[in-house]
Structures are given as structure tokens and as C-alpha cells.
């Protein structure tokens, strides 16, 4: 699950990290901000995948290599991301759930 930290620049952070993530990247990055663990974060699909959620206020789905960790672990991925609001129409939180695929 990530946060929006704020809105302009927009910015994540992790809330909660599961354990199958967390022993793909090597370490549980739960409670950072995804621009501190992850180099140029900001040029990745998964930051536009982020940016899209948020201002589409619509869920996304992307399949295909890595874009935050080493791709020598994984072949491939898939990942749905789901926006939420506490508000009932911000999106402050995006719940994602990626099925790794050696």
C-alpha cells in the first residue's frame, strides 16, 4: 500500500510492504518514500503508473519487466494498482498487488 506524501511534486511513500515484496527488493522499505529507495524513481513506469492513479482517479494495470528492482530476479511482473480516498475523492493511498512471474 502507498501514500501520496503531497501533491506538488507528487511524491509516495510505503505504508505497508508485504513479505514476497519485501524479499524481492532485499529489505522491507515500509514507512519511506519510494524517491529515497529507489534511483531516479521519477523516470520509471511505476512513478507514471503513480501519477496516472492519482490524477485519473482510475485503477491501472501493467504487466511486463521490472522498473524498480533488479530484472535479473524476475522475468516479468503484473501489477494492479487501486486508488483510494479518504475524503471519498482525493486519491491519497493507492493499494497495489504485484504477482511476480520467474
Known amino acids: ?26 529489505s522491507d522499505p515500509t514507512g519511506k518514500r519510494l524517491a529515497d529507495v529507489f534511483d531516479n524513481f521519477e523516470d520509471t513506469f511505476a512513478y507514471r503508473d503513480f501519477h496516472d492513479v492519482v490524477d485519473l482517479q482510475e485503477p491501472r494495470w501493467r504487466r511486463g519487466m521490472p522498473a524498480l528492482a533488479p530484472a535479473s ?10 486508488p483510494l480516498a479518504r475524503n471519498g475523492s482525493d486519491v491519497d493511498v493507492i493499494l497495489c498487488f504485484t504477482v511476480f512471474n520467474p
Open 73 to 82: 530476479k524476475i522475468e516479468r511482473l503484473e501489477r494492479i494498482y487501486l
Open 1 to 26: 500500500m502507498v501514500d501520496r506524501c503531497c501533491k506538488d511534486p507528487l511524491d509516495f511513500s510505503f505504508r505497508l510492504v508485504g513479505t514476497g515484496v519485501a524479499e524481492y527488493f532485499g
